[in-house]
């Protein structure tokens, strides 16, 4: 209550801004990439290659590279989580890189936006 210069009593609005939290629903797409690569032409110095670009909803990438100079197939597999789109590159090469000629990128997964 607030009093004028007569001495009377008035009310007034007072307003009070209150914050308030309120919860974000955030999700997370996880995903596991599961490959067999086979080696054709094994021998010495005759290696099999498959990298994997993975480009992340905020705009990042990260590679994966995976490996087989063997005769038999190999397993690899690989796991994260928001994704945009992953793509795969196959190519031969030697025991530490890939050298030879690459199939160029090929989509393995885009998530829908």
């Not at 008035?10 to 999700?27: F, I, L, S, T």
């Amino acid at each position: 209550m607030l009093q004028d210069h007569k001495g009377d009593r008035h009310c007034k609005w007072v307003v009070k801004k209150v914050g308030k939290k309120v919860w974000e629903w955030r999700y997370r797409e996880f995903f596991t990439v599961h490959s067999t690569l086979v080696n054709h032409k094994s021998g010495r110095g005759k290696c099999a290659w498959e990298t994997f670009k993975v480009v992340h909803e905020n705009g990042s990438s990260s590679f994966k590279s995976f490996a087989n100079c063997g005769r038999h197939p190999r397993h690899f597999s690989f796991s994260g989580k928001n994704a945009a789109h992953i793509s795969v590159d196959v190519s031969r090469g030697d025991h530490s890189r890939p050298t030879g000629v690459h199939s160029g990128w090929e989509s393995v997964h885009h998530a829908g936006v």
